[in-house]
């Protein structure tokens, strides 16, 4: 698994967080503007208008319908199809640069989302973290998110940052060792690249734990794997107290915390059950060790992991949707 200790600056080679830490942030809408030129074709624009407007109509966005209309006729649809289409992709695009905007909707998608694709089981989750972690769609894209939520192989939790690397090995230590290394100079400061995150805005991935089954008989599961000790630490620079936290399922020796063909075929609330399962009850684990570190480290409670949700709500203008872009 890729480390995240090689992108600080000075390091042409690696890009984190999506976008190259030399340069300044930039709205990238290469994608929409594409989509955008095939507006203006006789055959394609109104396709993909009739497309959009079906979209529209099932999500209830009214909006959405009206522009997709206009985008069928060819004359008029070549003009508003892209104008409209570089507005919205514009507008999100700020909102993942610029946290400090709250314009309600992303939850709001993505909770339908879980909820097409996993049930109530799937929705429930989304609202948990809603409830759980104040500005949960300030911190991450959405894409990260629906990384984290959709997929059926991994299980989440609320977690402190400053606690990530309970788990995960410590950063301290690792720069101490850079500081001995020829190559060291490449890197550059490790503070600067923490408060350099810190002012990016909404993360493009979600801090991520890898488990494995413990490898002698009665022992507990394993971290073996990490992803975004830096991520958990400017989140916490910046005063975050609660951060969204993948948990990654992987065999030991063939062995792992849920059984492969229910993650091949199972449902999401399957496979989270088995990992929760395997966890126990006390959800103890052996920290993921150092390089090259021979003793075992002392075992270490995680967060509980999510279920249902139990009772919690979305607020009102996410779960109905209000105020949606797109």
């Known amino acids: 698994m890729a480390e995240d200790t090689d992108a600080y600056y000075g390091n042409p080679l690696i890009k984190r967080q999506g976008r190259n830490v030399r340069e300044r942030p930039k709205v990238n809408l290469s994608p929409e503007v594409g989509e955008a030129l095939a507006g203006f074709h006789p055959v394609l624009g109104p396709a993909l208008s009739?497309?959009?407007?079906?979209?529209?109509?099932?999500?209830?966005?009214?909006?959405?319908?009206?522009?997709?209309?206009?985008?069928m006729v060819p004359m008029v649809g070549g003009v508003v199809k892209p104008t409209s289409k570089l507005i919205?992709?514009?507008?999100?695009?700020?909102?993942?640069?610029?946290?400090?905007?709250?314009?309600?909707?992303?939850l709001s998608r993505l909770e339908k989302e879980a909820l097409d694709k996993s049930g109530v089981y799937g929705q429930q989750r989304v609202q948990r973290a809603a409830d759980e972690i104040p500005n949960l769609e300030k911190l991450y894209q959405e894409k990260a998110l629906r990384d984290a939520f959709l997929s059926n192989n991994k299980a989440l939790m609320t977690m402190n940052p400053k606690d990530f690397e309970k788990?995960?090995?410590?950063?301290?230590?690792?720069?101490?060792?850079?500081?001995?290394?020829?190559?060291?100079?490449r890197f550059g400061s490790f503070d600067d690249y923490v408060t350099h995150l810190s002012k990016v805005g909404a993360f493009?991935?979600?801090?991520?734990?890898?488990a494995a089954a413990p490898r002698v008989l009665g022992g507990v599961p394993e971290i073996v794997g990490h992803e975004?000790?830096?991520?958990?630490r400017a989140l916490a620079k910046t005063g975050n107290e609660k951060s969204l936290v993948m948990l990654a399922d992987e065999p030991n020796m063939g062995v792992g915390l849920a059984p492969w063909e229910q993650k091949m075929f199972g449902s999401q609330e399957d496979v989270v059950s088995s990992i929760r399962d395997a966890l126990g009850k006390d959800r103890m684990v052996t920290p993921q060790s150092q390089l090259f570190q021979q003793e075992a480290l002392p075992a270490q409670q995680l967060p509980d992991i999510y279920a249902s949700g139990g009772s919690v709500q979305m607020p009102r203008e996410y779960s109905q949707g209000n105020w949606k872009l797109i």
Request: proline fraction near 7%.
């Open 167 to 185: 788990f995960a090995p410590s950063l301290d230590k690792y720069v101490q060792s850079l500081a001995a290394s020829p190559n060291a100079a």
């Open 50 to 71: 009739a497309k959009d407007f079906e979209v529209a109509r099932r999500e209830g966005d009214v909006a959405g319908m009206g522009l997709a209309g206009l985008g």
């Open 88 to 106: 919205r992709s514009g507008i999100n695009s700020l909102v993942d640069m610029f946290p400090s905007i709250n314009i309600p909707g992303k």
């Open 228 to 232: 975004g000790r830096h991520r958990s």
């Open 204 to 210: 493009d991935a979600v801090p991520q734990l890898t």
